[in-house]
């Protein structure tokens, strides 16, 4: 028995033609969901990347404890596990979250491993002269922006571009292999995850007329730009998306070959999507969770089940079901810590009431395939929150000094194995609270544009919220920080929505485009640092938005404009009072 798994980052699922998307050119897709069963009610769990990666190795979810980091000492690993039983294991990837800090522990998981330079600002050429930039619409422009100009100058061809090399060497070793048996290969690319960079005979499949600034990167807040802008955005997502596409096809076509069909599972998924305008939004992590983040495409062959190609799956399934999945299939006894379960390939059984998701100090959301329920702070503090781990390292760093000055050991958790942890105050980049509860009916909402107010509908689904939290063991502190009862029954006096659908009316109020606003020697286009210095214009800021001035926001971003600050951070700047900022601005 052998399995393969193509993983894409950031693939969208309602832009693929077996989930309805009839513009894009994806016609491997479209072939891929005529082998395999296809399931409808597929969702994510814990988020972004290496917390949803988390998930694939140990089946369990992790936003709850901690945020993005690395495997933990008592994390059992699937790959690991299946390497332990005999089978063979390798990772074939380009996602360069593997190799900093936050993700370290993950490939050496498998009995071998390749990777594959060049991805997103992944320091890898080095360059002491600036490369040539062209006009860009980004705004925020950290170091790794820099650097991917300098990347982007040695992947002039197909041929040199990551996720080729990915994809020849995931070939590679099934062509290598073949006739051996019990392997498990996984083919993971970073596409089409930001920038969308790909060559021109992709952008050739989507002809528009566009003679703006460069933009293939949006920047994580809420739209600002012009309407041109958008489509053009869109159109080169959907030149990397077809690109992923032909990288589908070599996988199929090889399967064809090799008469892989008969004894190989194939299972093609993602960790989640990415917002390209829709709601007013960019990209993802700064808003709550929306469906076109959450809930996934996700493709399954199993030869033992042949009768199931083609057919649908509307069993709510999840990101930690994978794990079991494999496990399964090699005959490998999956440990009593992992919350997934197998697949209903054959049959599509349903195999939970609920699905639990969400980001480490955000919303913490659930959904039973109709409803979805987005859990916001009971308090604008958001808190308590607090990390707990063994492996103290963020993104692409390390925990500081500061942070870990009032670290504590913490009881164990069921999963740890009897070892306790290190808590630390725990922070988020956005602020859940100022997004309100949500509640959403995708019966009879689907693209959740009118949050209910139904005390009845509530009230099932924060229990269900409730009993899934403790099912993972959350820590007491998230119940606190929800409002929630960490033993006992939820009540009408747990509830949130009604109480909090002000928030949520203001927070999803349209952000007014910058030529809508007042223009004079200083404005909401003039860049933060510059009000700020400016006396009478940071006295306005001060008056009206005092928060901002004290927050981790102003350090990342005090080049950025106060209209694009007001994008990244809708919470932190209000629709009103930027009106008001523009208008006084305007005056001085």
């Known amino acids: 028995m052998k399995a393969i798994m193509v993983m894409f980052d950031s693939l969208n699922r309602h832009m693929l033609p077996p989930y309805g998307g009839d513009w894009t050119h994806a016609p491997n897709f479209a072939r891929l969901a005529e082998r395999t069963a296809v399931f409808d009610s597929a969702y994510a769990g814990s ?17 709850l404890h901690r945020s993005w980091g690395p495997l933990e000492p008592f994390d059992d690993s699937m790959p690991e596990l299946l390497k332990q039983h005999g089978v063979h294991t390798h990772l074939a990837s380009d996602h360069p979250h593997y190799w900093e800090d936050g993700g370290a522990t993950y490939h050496g998981r498998y009995s071998t491993w390749e990777f594959f330079r060049g991805q997103e600002g992944d320091p890898w050429k080095g360059q002491v002269a600036d490369p040539v930039v062209p006009e860009d619409v980004k705004k925020v422009r950290p170091p790794l ?29 099934v062509r290598t292999n073949r006739d051996a048996d019990r392997w498990f290969v996984q083919i993971e690319t970073f596409d089409p995850h930001e920038p969308f960079f790909s060559h021109q005979h992709y952008k050739d499949l989507y002809p528009h007329d566009y003679d703006g600034p ?23 997502y959907a030149a990397l998306l077809s690109m992923c596409d032909h990288s589908l096809g070599r996988v199929l076509d090889a399967m064809d070959e090799l008469d892989l069909w008969d004894d190989t599972l194939l299972i093609v998924n993602t960790d989640h999507g990415f917002l390209l305008g829709e709601k007013g939004w960019w990209a993802k992590s700064v808003q709550p969770w929306y469906n076109e983040l959450v809930h996934l495409p996700l493709f399954v062959w199993d030869p033992r089940h042949p009768g199931a190609a083609g057919e649908r799956r509307d069993a709510l399934v999840q990101t930690v079901d994978l794990a079991p999945t494999l496990l399964e299939f090699f005959g490998v006894d999956r440990p009593a810590d992992m919350q997934g379960v197998p697949l209903p390939v054959a049959t599509g059984e349903p195999v939970r009431e609920a699905g639990l998701f969400g980001i480490h100090g955000g919303h913490v959301n659930v959904t039973d395939g109709r409803y979805v329920y987005m859990r916001a702070p009971v308090s604008v503090d958001n808190s308590p929150l607090y990390e707990h781990t063994l492996m103290p390292t963020h993104m692409r760093g390390r925990f500081t000094p500061a942070e870990l000055v009032d670290v504590e050991l913490a009881e164990p958790f069921t999963f740890t194995k009897g070892v306790p ?39 099932r689904m924060a229990g269900l919220l409730a009993a899934a939290m403790r099912a993972a063991d959350a820590p007491r502190s998230q119940f606190e920080r929800l409002g929630l009862p960490a033993e006992g029954p939820v009540t009408a006096a747990h509830l949130l929505v009604r109480a909090q659908r002000d928030l949520a009316a203001e927070a999803a109020e349209p952000l007014p485009r910058p030529e809508e606003l007042p223009e004079g020697r200083l404005s909401v286009r003039t860049p933060l640092r510059t009000l700020i210095d400016d006396p009478a214009a940071g006295e306005v800021l001060r008056r009206h938005l005092p928060g901002l001035l004290d927050s ?12 694009d600050v007001a994008g990244l951070a809708r919470g932190q700047v209000p629709v009103t009072a930027l009106r008001t900022v523009a208008e006084e601005l305007a005056e001085l």
């Open 421 to 459: 942890t290190l808590r630390t105050r725990g922070r988020s980049f956005i602020n859940p609270y100022l997004h309100g509860t949500l509640l959403f009916d995708l019966a009879n909402d689907p693209t959740q544009e009118a949050p209910l107010v139904d005390d009845e509908a509530e009230l």
């Open 47 to 63: 988020l972004p990347c290496m917390p949803a990666r988390r998930e694939i190795h140990t089946g369990r979810h992790n936003f």
């Open 552 to 563: 981790e926001l102003l350090q990342l971003l005090s080049g950025t404009s106060l209209i």
């Open 145 to 173: 922006y820099r650097q991917d100009w300098v990347n982007r100058q040695y992947l002039d061809t197909e041929a040199k571009h990551p996720q080729t090399l990915t994809f020849d060497a995931g070939l590679e070793f």
């Open 214 to 236: 460069h933009f293939d990167w949006p920047d994580y807040k809420r739209v600002t730009e012009t309407d041109d802008q958008v489509a053009h955005a869109r159109y080169e």
